[in-house]
């Protein structure tokens, strides 16, 4: 398996411009993560989907931020407008609810987020 | 309520010494538990994880931790560092319900040549 898919691996844009951000889980998985990751915050988690339905968006930082997982194979997170404090990594997680691998995440390559 | 603790947000070892990275976790049922490493530039890969089976779990490139439910720790070790091994871990807690996971704030690792 090609695991985690993320495009683009680095963005470069002005504040108050939209980004959006991609994720290709692995297949056959049905929960995917978001994370963002800074050096002040460390790791934390903005949102997760268990089979395309959000389950908690509890840590979406505010409304400039929406997530969608429209089909099982493809998620995006959205930044609109962008602020520069909005510059961080951001990484996409899969995993599957049972069988051996059940309760590990495995992480992409993540993206990272520079706005000026 | 789950939480993970990392004590010591860096760690510096000598090339051969042993490495010892502490993790502590609360959870109200049984956990289950996970170290990753995250090299530079690079998204955070498994080194190893405890779903209640034995409770000494070896992982990759040589590491282990070990479950004590009496501490409420998980402290991840490799009795002799390498170069190779200089990165961020991160410990991570999950209750297995909705598979979410609470992580650490990750312990910095160094290797002294």
């Known amino acids: 398996d090609a695991g985690v898919i993320q495009s683009p691996r680095h963005e470069v844009t002005e504040m108050g411009q939209e980004v959006t951000l991609r994720c290709k889980p692995i297949s056959g998985h049905d929960y995917l993560f978001w994370y963002r990751q800074t050096m002040m915050r460390g790791l934390e988690l903005l949102i997760y989907?268990?089979?395309?339905?959000?389950?908690?968006d509890s840590g979406m930082p505010e409304d400039r931020f929406s997530a969608k997982m429209p089909n099982a194979s493809f998620s995006t997170l959205k930044i609109q407008p962008s602020e520069p404090r909005d510059s961080a990594v951001y990484f996409c997680a899969s995993s599957l609810a049972g069988g051996e691998t059940q309760e590990t995440q495995y992480f992409g390559p993540g993206t990272r987020l520079l706005v000026l | 309520a789950q939480s993970v603790t990392q004590l010591g947000s860096h760690v510096s070892v000598s090339e051969g010494a042993l490495v010892l990275l502490r993790c502590n976790y609360s959870?109200?049922?049984?956990?289950?538990l996970f170290w990753y490493v995250q090299y530079p530039n690079q998204g955070l890969q498994l080194l190893l994880k405890?779903?209640?089976?034995?409770?000494l779990v070896k992982g990759i490139n040589g590491f282990e931790a070990e479950f004590k439910k009496s501490e409420t720790s998980f402290h991840l070790t490799k009795p002799s560092a390498h170069m190779s091994d200089a990165a961020e871990y991160f410990c991570a807690v999950s209750e297995g319900s909705g598979n979410q996971f609470y992580f650490g704030t990750g312990t910095s690792l160094t290797v002294i040549p």
């Open positions: 405890y779903t209640s089976a034995a409770t």
């Open positions: 959870s109200s049922v049984p956990p289950y």
């Open positions: 989907f268990n089979n395309n339905v959000p389950i908690d």
